[in-house]
């Protein structure tokens, strides 16, 4: 099993190993490398949704998305897709799933099924990279804060997805959801400090109003965009990322207006988060 780093800062492409069948020790190998550079990539990979389950069980356990379609057959399996006629896609803005749950899920395992003829691509930047690049000054500022995180905006009856033509495919219009987590966590795994905010939930800070938040809340947002910690993945046929949602912000580029894209994902449960 070889490894090559995607970007600086960010992502691994993994080859010389067969998901649907990798051993104990491979699979360890794979974790690892996910907590650390926060996205692997894998190719030519053969993947049934039987094998997406099973890998996904491996892992630890499966949080089934009360927002997105289920998989008609297999309904631990989130249908992400978007049809020629559409102009919104699932995703499209920075952001890391599921903050807004009290136990955050540990990240995703996503599957091409059907690709544009180009377009697509996947973004992602590491939190922790993201966290060493503020200023002292920056850090100090956000040292013990908490942030308070939701969804209800977003998928709501009359939410943002709501107001586009994406609002027909999705579900859980009267969910509520929030959750409190520190602005910086320590990675449950790797230790290493990550900023924990972003653009898509995080609605303020813990004892300020939503306006009060928003100026140190956008500075943070800002920096955590730096040249040297994200990756791009052009999706092919047969391609798999499993990315960690605790180390990463994710974004689908939504650039191949007038084709059909469907994308498989598995949510991988997470664990409590602290600083």
Known sequence: MEMTPMAPQCGVEVSGVTLANCSDDQMEQIKQAIYEHGVAVFRDQEFT????????????????????????????????????????????????????????AMGSV???????????????????????????????????????????HVYKADGLYAQTDM????????????????VVIRHPQTGRKMLYVNGGFTIHFVGQTREESLPLLTKLLDAALTETNQCRLQWKPGTIAIWD???????????????????????????????
């Not at 927002?67 to 920075?94: C, H, M, R, S």
């Not at 996503?110 to 930047?125: E, K, Q, Y």
């Not at 609002?167 to 009267?174: S, T």
């Open 167 to 182: 609002g027909k495919n999705l579900r859980g219009h009267d969910l509520k959801t929030g959750a409190i987590h520190p």
């Open 49 to 104: 949704p039987e094998d997406h389950i099973k890998f996904g069980r491996r892992w630890g356990g499966i949080d089934v998305n009360n927002y997105f379609p289920l998989q008609e057959e297999f309904n631990e399996i989130a249908v992400v897709k978007k049809d020629p006629d559409q102009e919104t896609n699932i995703g499209g803005a920075w952001h890391t799933d599921h903050s807004y749950d009290q136990i955050p």
């Open 245 to 275: 949602n605790r180390t990463t912000w994710h974004n689908a580029i939504n650039d191949y207006q007038g084709h059909y894209r469907e994308m498989h994902r598995i949510t991988l449960s997470g664990e409590a988060l602290a600083a």
């Open 110 to 152: 996503l599957v091409a099924r059907h690709l544009p003829p180009s377009g697509g691509d996947t973004m992602w930047a590491h939190m922790g990279a993201a966290y060493d690049s503020l200023s002292d000054e920056l850090k100090q500022e956000i040292e013990g804060l908490e942030a308070f995180h939701t969804a209800d």
